[in-house]
């Protein structure tokens, strides 16, 4: 099912306001070359009322001429507006809280003062000929029929977009399908919804809010964001192309250096279990995964790496079955004797338990090569069969290599 969707990308903004992070002039600037490079087809690339550096940074990045839009966030304030007018942007995002909670703690406005604000500014903005997308942060806490005023505003104010923030993340996939679809039934102007990822939840909502009609979703690469951060760019970029079938205009084979990039940048690492880009998920070691992919690589890939850039990876570790330990060693020039596949299993999981880590080749080589010499002594002792004995001795046991 194709769908029509655009990915706003915010890890220059809302990635930015992660604990910590800091990017400096040049790493934002490279950040946003790869983004556009990747196909992102708008970036938000940062706060202009922050000052005259991001000022200064967000005129060079327009001045590059990048092939994504470039989109300023403001407060729904006139001199964020202004800043954002130095900045020489197309677009502007213009916030203002859309739940009683935030607006009375953070500003003292009613619902009433909410809408007048945002009827001024979208106003302003767009006379001055802005692209105006308008952020409803808190949105998922706010009354509903409020919220429906707010997208009403917008539009009849000249608004192209309203954002839909679940700023401390709290919505589930079934409540964001409600609320999304819910919206949609009342006003025909573009939704886009913006995820936090305090439950786990930020990918699969911002899928959720996808079916059900909103064209665009604000994502960051890693999910790098405020507190557990965002929906990752990678994620649902990818899913978006496994389970919809939808083409996001992203490459997706840019994601892994995109990633590594963003990583470097913000002084982060990346979990090695980080679904697409981290160092794991495509790594196997069960010895039923490996032998059911050696013959077709579909029984345990759901996503294929081939498609994000990555390749599949096996490892012998404590999980590792005879036919995975065969190929290994087969690559490494060995035949693995059927008569010691077993006690060669025991030792390779006992070894993994000790080093508590999967074997380098070199380890796994060394270990057979010593089971070999092993079970050559035996044989000419005449003792037997090569055994695994529960604690770390070097066994035969009567009968057997023959
Ligand atoms: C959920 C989100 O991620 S929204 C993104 C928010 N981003 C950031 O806060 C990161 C960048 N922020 C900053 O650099 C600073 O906070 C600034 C430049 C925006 C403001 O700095 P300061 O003037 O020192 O204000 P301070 O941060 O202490 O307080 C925030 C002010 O913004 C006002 N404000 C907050 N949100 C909004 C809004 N959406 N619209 C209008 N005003 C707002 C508050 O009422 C408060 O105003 P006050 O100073 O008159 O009390
Ligand atoms: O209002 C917006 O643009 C969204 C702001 C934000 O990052 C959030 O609410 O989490």
């Keep these: 099912m194709n769908r029509d969707v655009f990915l706003n990308d915010t890890t220059l903004r809302d990635g930015e306001q992660a604990p910590g992070v800091a990017f400096t002039t040049a790493e934002k600037l490279e950040l946003a070359e790869s983004l556009a490079a990747a196909g992102v087809p708008e970036i938000e690339i940062g706060t202009p009322i922050m000052g005259a550096d991001e000022i200064e940074t967000i005129r060079t990045a327009v001045a590059r001429r990048l092939p994504a839009r470039l989109m300023a966030w403001c407060r729904m304030k006139a001199r964020d507006l202004d800043a954002a007018i130095e ?3 197309g677009a502007v995002n213009l916030s203002l809280p859309a739940s009683d909670i935030q607006l009375a703690a953070k500003l003292g406005l009613d619902q009433a003062g909410a809408l007048q604000a945002i009827e001024d500014m979208v106003r302003r903005a767009a006379a001055h000929g802005f692209f105006v997308a308008v952020g409803c942060e808190d949105a998922s806490r706010a009354d509903g029929d409020h919220l429906a005023r707010v997208i009403e505003t917008a539009a009849r104010a000249g608004a192209s977009r309203v954002r839909l923030a679940d700023t401390v993340g709290v919505l589930d996939p079934f409540s964001t399908f409600e609320l999304v679809a819910q919206l949609m039934t009342k006003s025909e102007i573009d939704l886009e919804f913006h995820a936090h990822n305090d439950l786990g939840l930020a990918a699969a909502n911002t899928l959720a809010a996808i079916r059900a009609g909103a064209r665009h979703a604000s994502l960051t690469v890693l999910g790098l964001g405020e507190r557990a951060g965002n929906a990752a760019l990678e994620e649902v970029a990818a899913a978006m192309a ?8 992203i490459e997706l084979s840019a994601l892994p ?3 590594a990039q963003v990583a470097r940048a913000a002084r982060r690492q990346i979990a090695v279990t980080k679904p697409v880009v981290g160092a794991d998920v495509f ?3 069960s010895g039923t995964h490996v032998a059911g992919m050696l013959k077709d690589s579909r029984a345990y890939q759901g996503l294929d790496p081939a498609l994000v850039g990555r390749c599949p990876r096996i490892v012998i570790g404590k999980h590792s079955g005879a036919t995975a330990i065969a190929r290994m060693l087969n690559e490494n020039g060995r035949d693995l004797d059927p008569h010691l596949a077993a ?13 508590k880590s999967t074997l380098t080749s070199a380890q796994l080589v060394e270990l057979y090569d010593g089971m ?3 079970a050559r002594i035996a044989d000419l002792a005449g003792l037997g069969q090569l055994c695994d004995a529960p604690s770390g001795c070097t066994v035969v046991r009567a009968g057997r290599h023959q």
Aim: glycine residues 12%.
């Design 242 to 249: 496994v389970i919809d079938g939808a083409d996001t205009g």
């Design 372 to 374: 070999c010499s092993e």
């Design 257 to 259: 250096d995109l990633a």
């Design 87 to 89: 900045c020489g942007v």
């Design 343 to 355: 006690a060669v299993v025991a030792r390779v999981r006992r070894k993994a338990g000790e080093i």
């Design 283 to 285: 790594t196997h070691e």
